[in-house]
């Protein structure tokens, strides 16, 4: 059973993972699913473990950056406001 999500990424890599998705005759949410399918599979002792594929890089931008440190709900709230200026 599907079950629906809301997720928030820059609009390039947005733009760039449609564009890959539509090439390869797949919708986002189903890239997305299986981007996340494969990262669950195995167990990795962490994120910098994961070995990503070349068509991940193709769609991504720039360096990988982990956040770590847990958001307060004020750093939520302020992050939710300030991306939709």
């Known amino acids: 059973m599907d079950s629906k999500v809301t997720l928030s990424f820059d609009e390039e890599v947005i733009r760039n993972a449609k564009e890959y998705a539509a090439s390869q005759n797949i919708s986002l949410s189903r890239l997305v699913e299986f981007l996340l399918r494969k990262t669950t599979m195995k167990q990795y002792s962490s994120m910098e473990d994961y070995p990503i594929a070349d068509w991940v890089r193709q769609v991504s931008e720039g360096p990988v950056e982990y956040q770590t440190r847990k958001k307060t709900r004020k ?5 939710f406001f300030s991306s939709k200026k």
């Open 75 to 79: 750093d939520l709230k302020d992050e």
